[in-house]
């Protein structure tokens, strides 16, 4: 089995930086990945990004994709890392269709979305039930809809779906919006957006799509007439197949200031981390640390 200088697991905003850097230091190396474009491919208007004033995600996203590939980057889709651990000197991983062998590791799975863990709404996958504003909120055009949450993900969708959706409804369980202020005052000031605040979901309905939610506020209990629901309670990291590195009690992968784990050889980036923040911006940073630590790394071994 051939033994690779460096494979990187995830291909979002870290992962395909790491890429670069990893290509311009001519590393013999490949990139495992669901998907491509991670959580910015998910995000709807991007002003923060250094260098765009304005950008959607998914214009970033194919931004970075196409950065990647001039490199001639190995990349495989459509693949998940189920295992991974360190033999010897060698990492070896295992995925849903094969296993692979490599020197070193980034792992940059970047985080999936949390679920409510409520009724129905396993059922109503794709059927009203969706966890991505930018990719399914064209679907719901006209009508009534729930977002679920009141961080920053949360406020992000809103803005996207209030020039789609007829109406749309903030249920969340604090007793106020989280988000940035800028993101908070747009909302707070659409006509088309009602704000339900110390409110939680209980119960996703419908027949074959969803109908209504079943919400509970304080001591009371009610139904809200919806036929969209997108879940934006937060994020949790991609990083049960990573046995035996050290975790926080978030699950997120410990580094130190070199993107470096608890198993040597082993580097980490972006989200799946203990990083303070978690921003498009600052996982493309960590990506090309953890590259340039890895060429390090490698240059100081004896293999």
């Known amino acids: 089995m051939k033994i690779y200088d460096l494979i990187i697991i995830g291909a979002g905003p870290a992962g395909i930086t790491a890429s670069v850097y990893a290509s311009r230091k001519q590393l013999d190396f490949l990139v495992i990945s669901l998907d491509v474009g991670g959580q910015a491919a998910w995000s709807g208007d991007i002003q923060n990004y250094t260098g765009y004033q304005f950008i959607s995600g998914p214009e970033l996203a194919q931004k970075f994709q196409e950065h990647m590939l001039k490199y001639g980057t190995l990349l495989l889709e459509n693949e998940e890392v189920s295992e991974l651990k360190k033999i010897g000197q060698i990492i070896w991983l295992k995925t849903s269709k094969a296993e692979y062998q490599a020197r070193s590791v980034i792992i940059a799975s970047g985080k999936k979305s949390k679920e409510l863990a409520v009724s129905g709404e396993k059922e109503f996958k794709n059927r009203g039930r969706t966890y991505c504003a930018t990719c399914d909120g064209p679907l719901f055009a006209g009508k009534d809809v729930a977002v679920i949450g009141g961080g920053n993900s949360a406020l992000d969708a809103v803005l996207q779906l209030i020039k789609i959706a007829k109406h749309v409804y903030i249920i969340n369980n604090t007793s106020g919006l989280s988000g940035d202020a800028i993101m908070r005052r747009k909302v707070e000031q659409t006509a088309n957006v009602t704000i339900l605040n110390n409110s939680s979901v209980t119960a996703v309905l419908g027949d074959k799509f969803v109908k ?40 997120e992968i410990k580094v130190d200031s070199r993107n470096q784990t608890s198993i040597a050889g082993i580097f980490a980036a972006g989200d799946v981390t203990d990083v303070l923040e978690k921003q498009i911006i600052i996982a493309a940073g960590e990506g090309s640390k953890a590259a340039l630590s890895v060429f390090h790394y490698l240059s100081k071994s004896n293999f």
């Open 212 to 251: 209504s939610l079943k919400i509970k506020s304080t001591n009371q209990e009610k139904e809200l007439a919806v036929q969209g629901v997108f879940v934006e309670i937060g994020l949790i990291p991609n990083s049960a197949f990573a046995q035996g590195v050290e975790k926080n009690s978030k699950n």
